[in-house]
């Protein structure tokens, strides 16, 4: 899969910009605050609908503007596509495939398929359970469609369970309800469960072996689904915990309250991980995230490196820029210090100026 172009419009610090991508690396260098990342960010906005960093659109809209628009074209299995967003201050956006539009947002997912790297990938490890659940959610859900049908089904009824819970003691003839929306729980949330366990397992198996090789045989990396609670107890613990959930109002068994762990050699690097082992626990996720892709969509993504080579030791900068060949890749950094020893071929190379991007080779 590649990329092709990109136009923006009032696109954070970006008035107007055109720009062709080349489909091996092509790499942003400019000083801090110029405008890298809104470029990857762009690309990744026009292809699932969010942003990796902001939750809200009017904050992508450049300042004192009402509108924003970004146009990508990408190429997929020999045939070009296009995808236009607008982006509105106050209301919501607008998205067309191929100069259709479409309805909700989440029908653009699958369609792009991204890694996307960036320093605070590190609280994927670091931070807290939410954090890991939504990585696990935003790649299933890039890669699965029902995935994505069923986890937003069961999202909102934890939300009535949980309003439900709250008026109970109003109306305690409600216990009714609460019977049918245990089961609804029950049903999508064993299909997320049993889609996690599967995913988590392939997902480890390719992991263990990248950050053996990344971390030059020194460590071996285990991850684990941890499942707030198994298909066969779903039921029974929800019944068990129901007058808890009664008392504290908020529903305490499922899906939602799942984690994943990573262990190396032994320790649950979680809570006990330094720096340098967190930052390569999450550079193995994301490469291991990449043959995934591959494996389960038969194509490959389109790699987002947003400044990640200068956290990164020399050794380990090498084994990442050995391992993107062969895919498109859009790579920030403030210099272009860190690829003079490397034997890797750089294809594109743009300056980034105060919100303007020149080509120089
Ligand atoms: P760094 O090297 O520090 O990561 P960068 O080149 O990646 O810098 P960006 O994050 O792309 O920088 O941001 C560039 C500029 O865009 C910042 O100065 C920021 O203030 C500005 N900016 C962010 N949002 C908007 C917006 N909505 N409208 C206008 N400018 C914005
Ligand atoms: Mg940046």
Known sequence: MVIKSISLQNYRNYRTLSLDFDPDTNIF????????????????????????????DRELICF????????????????????????????TKGIAIDGVPIRKASELFGLIHFVFFSPEDLSIIKNGPAERRHFLDSELCQLDKVYLY??????????????????????PDYREVLDVLD????QYGSALIQRRQ????????????????LSGGQEEMELKYEPNVTVDAFAQMLFANRERDMRLKTTATGPHR???????NGVDIRKFGSQ???RTAALSLKLSEIELVKRLIGDTPVLLLDDVLS???????????????????????????????????????????????????
Not at 31 to 48: H, M, P, R
Not at 150 to 171: D, F
Not at 198 to 213: D, P
Request: with cysteine.
């Open 276 to 278: 340098g082992q967190q």
């Open 183 to 186: 089961m609804q729980l029950v």
């Open 150 to 171: 069923q986890l937003s089904n069961y999202n909102k009824v934890v939300l009535q369970r949980n309003k439900l819970l709250k008026e109970l003691y109003l109306h």
């Open 311 to 361: 956290e990164l030791d020399s050794g380990r900068q090498n084994y990442l820029l050995n391992s993107i060949e062969n895919i498109q890749t859009l790579i920030t950094c403030t210099g272009l210090d860190e690829f003079v020893n490397h034997r890797f071929s750089i294809n594109r190379i743009y300056k980034v100026t105060d919100g303007s991007v020149t080509v120089e080779n």
């Open 258 to 264: 799942d984690d994943i762990s990573f262990v190396v």
């Open 64 to 91: 004192s503007e009402e509108e924003a628009h970004i146009c990508t074209v990408f190429e997929k299995k020999g045939i070009l596509h296009k995808i236009d967003m607008h982006l509105r201050k106050n209301k």
């Open 29 to 56: 260098y400019g000083d801090n605050a110029q405008g890298k990342t809104n470029i990857l960010e762009a690309v990744y906005v026009s292809g699932t609908s969010r942003s990796h960093r902001s939750s809200k």
């Open 198 to 213: 599967t995913f988590a397992e392939e997902l480890g198996e390719i992991v263990h072996r990248i950050h053996s090789q």
